[in-house]
């Protein structure tokens, strides 16, 4: 059983420019939360995504954005990079109807480094 | 607005001791508690959690204490092995939907 699965696992980009990351949640899961992951410091929640709608968002300015498709994987967008962009980029899944008793389930990351 | 603290960057004990790991919080509206593990080049695993109704979960080696009137957690994990060595996040939820984290803890076992 696939847990959750993000891509590219690393990706180098130019300040200015942007970037789509990718996640398909864990099978059964239909939520998908976005976290970012500075270097030395806790994930930070950037929003959450169920039944194809933006449910919550994080203190993360526009240039961040959101997509979830109808097979509940989802994209995170981020236009204008900046260099304090660069970190660790953590999706989680989790089943949207349920409390929550064991967590969520995160992919392995995307590192994202802006130079 | 660091709503959930991990005061300790890093700790280190001997194999076949107790680790204990420490949390505190300051939003008396979190009613869940959650331990995450990571490893280097992994995303974090679920390891145990606690209801704010309770104040104390076993799970094997790991036992999680939660003292609200002090809004502080521990992870106690007995006895300690190498293969614990990892980053540990404590996180806290409240009826919302995101999970807010701490820094995180970097607990190293030592044969």
């Known amino acids: 059983d696939a847990g959750v699965t993000q891509s590219p696992t690393h990706l180098i980009k130019t300040r200015g420019q942007q970037v789509t990351l990718r996640c398909s949640p864990k099978?059964?899961?239909?939520?998908v939360s976005w976290y970012q992951q500075a270097l030395g410091q806790g994930p930070q929640f950037i929003f959450q995504?169920?039944?194809?709608?933006?449910?919550q968002r994080g203190n993360f300015p526009d240039r961040f954005s959101g997509h979830q498709f109808p097979n509940y994987s989802s994209e995170l967008n981020v236009n204008a990079l900046l260099l304090g962009d660069s970190a660790l980029y953590l999706c989680?899944?989790?089943?949207?109807?349920?409390?929550?008793?064991?967590?969520?389930?995160f992919g392995s990351g995307t590192r994202l480094t802006v130079v | 607005d660091q709503q959930v603290k991990q005061n300790s960057p890093s700790l280190s004990v001997q194999e076949g001791r107790i680790s204990i790991l420490n949390c505190d919080y300051t939003?008396?509206?979190?009613?869940?508690f959650l331990w995450y593990k990571k490893y280097p080049a992994e995303g974090p695993t679920f390891l145990i959690s606690?209801?704010?109704?309770?104040d104390k979960n076993e799970d094997g080696r790991f036992t999680v204490f939660l003292n609200k009137s002090a809004k502080h957690l521990s992870l106690h994990i007995v006895p300690s092995q190498p293969g614990d060595s990892a980053v540990y996040f404590c996180?806290?939820?409240?009826?919302?939907?995101?999970?807010?984290f701490g820094a995180g803890t970097r607990l190293t076992v030592k044969p």
């Open positions: 989680a899944s989790s089943s949207g109807g349920t409390t929550v008793n064991y967590g969520y389930t």
């Open positions: 939003n008396s509206m979190f009613d869940y």
């Open positions: 996180a806290a939820k409240g009826t919302w939907h995101d999970m807010r």
């Open positions: 099978s059964g899961h239909d939520t």
């Open positions: 606690i209801s704010s109704i309770k």
């Open positions: 995504y169920y039944e194809e709608e933006e449910r």
